[in-house]
Structure formats: C-alpha cells, structure tokens
T-cell receptor, first 117, second 113 residues
Framework: EPEVTQTPSHQVTQMGQEVILRCVPISNHLYFYWYRQILGQKVEFLVSFYNNEISEKSEIFDDQFSVERPDGSNFTLKIRSTKLEDSAMYFC???????????????FGPGTRLTVL | GDSVTQMEGPVTLSEEAFLTINCTYTATGYPSLFWYVQYPGEGLQLLLKATKADDKGSNKGFEATYRKETTSFHLEKGSVQVSDSAVYFCATEGSGGSYIPTFGRGTSLIVHP
C-alpha cells in the first residue's frame, strides 16, 4: 500500500542552524501539507502546497520557514535559523485532491522529531 | 477559531475492556468530525468520520457519534485489543473556506494483555 515517508526520523541541531526535513508523498497525490506537534500540545497546521505554490499557510509559518518540491518526488520543509521553540514532531501529509466542499483524506507520514539544542 | 479538546492520556486498559476517549469541539457551523490513529512508528491514519449531526462513524470496532447538542464526538470500542495501543487524535474539518483539519492533542491508549 502506498505511504508517505519522511526522513530523517530524528534530527538534532544547534540553535541558529538551518534544517531541511524531507518527505516523499504518495506518487499520484497533488496536494502536500506540513503540520507540527510540540510535545504535549496539539497538532498544528503549517502550510499546504499545490502546483509548486503555497496554497494556504498558518500564522506559525513565518519567514523562517519555506517549502519546496525540488524534484518529482520530494517535498521539503526548511527552517532557516532554528530556535529552541521549533523543537517538535513535524508531520508531512499528502492528498489526491484538495478538500472542498467535502474533505479529501490526507495521508500522513510517521513524522520527523526535531530537537533544537 | 475552531478548537478540539480531548481527554488527557495515557489511557491504560486491560485487553477486552471498554474504551471511551472523550472529544469536544468548538466550531463555526457544523463541520465534519474525524478520529485519526497513529500506531507506533507510523503516520496518522483516518480511523473514522462523521459528516453531519447524529451520524455515527465506525471502523475496526470503533464508533463515534456526532452530537451537535453537546458538541462532542467521543470514541468508543466495546472490547479493546493489545493491537489497539496507539495515539488517537480527534479533529474537526476546517471552516470559513478552509478544509484544513483542526486537531486535538492526541490521547495515548495502552492496552495490556
């Protein structure tokens, strides 16, 4: 069964460093998402991406964050200068179509745990 | 904005026990409601959903009923198994033109043999 994969499973970095989190969405999906979950808190939406453009983003997704689809398979989240509060589990997801007016199921990867020291 | 509140975990049960994980929500209008499950080492998977009031979503022995009066969507299972050990996330569909789901914190379920 097709699945979303994410690498690495755990990333440790120093404050101020750049990190790139990688995701391989399901191959025929067109819409891609990033979410994060700070330990003990809610899963929060960061950004959605379609046709090489950001289609929606949350307040969390500020100028420190960027997303890219560098080739036909990968979807990346870059944090330019990490802060302690960026420590979280980051989930990638993909869906075949965008939602609206009915929800289109998103398929999630297992997550990357980012630890900023 | 929309929000989802779930009971705190971990919930620890013996095999064959009855499970309830409470979920309440605040939202504009009447969004679809979801339960996702995350097994160890895997991504979140859609477990069940309900799209309108009084609908019951069900899958793999789990059920949840959309209760508009109490703004709740509690997850239940009559007899849990060790393999049900996972983290369960309640979520609402987005509103105001966004269909991005709003998630709760997740509730960890541990089932002992």
């Amino acid at each position: 069964e097709p699945e979303v994969t994410q690498t690495p499973s755990h990333q440790v970095t120093q404050m101020g460093q750049e990190v790139i989190l990688r995701c391989v969405p399901i191959s025929n999906h067109l819409y891609f998402y990033w979410y994060r979950q700070i330990l003990g808190q809610k899963v929060e939406f960061l950004v959605s991406f379609y046709n090489n453009e950001i289609s929606e983003k949350s307040e969390i997704f500020d100028d420190q964050f960027s997303v890219e689809r560098p080739d036909g398979s990968n979807f990346t989240l870059k944090i330019r200068s990490t802060k302690l509060e960026d420590s979280a589990m980051y989930f990638c997801a993909s869906s075949e179509w965008a939602s609206g007016p009915t929800y289109n199921e998103q398929f999630f990867g297992p997550g990357t745990r980012l630890t900023v020291l | 904005g929309d929000s989802v509140t779930q009971m705190e975990g971990p919930v620890t049960l013996s095999e064959e026990a009855f499970l309830t994980i409470n979920c309440t929500y605040t939202a504009t209008g009447y969004p679809s409601l979801f339960w996702y499950v995350q097994y160890p080492g895997e991504g979140l998977q859609l477990l069940l959903k309900a799209t309108k009031a009084d609908d019951k979503g069900s899958n793999k022995g789990f059920e949840a009923t959309y209760r508009k009066e109490t703004t709740s969507f509690h997850l239940e299972k009559g007899s849990v198994q060790v393999s049900d050990s996972a983290v369960y996330f309640c979520a609402t569909e987005g509103s105001g033109g966004s269909y991005i789901p709003t998630f709760g914190r997740g509730t960890s379920l541990i089932v002992h043999p």
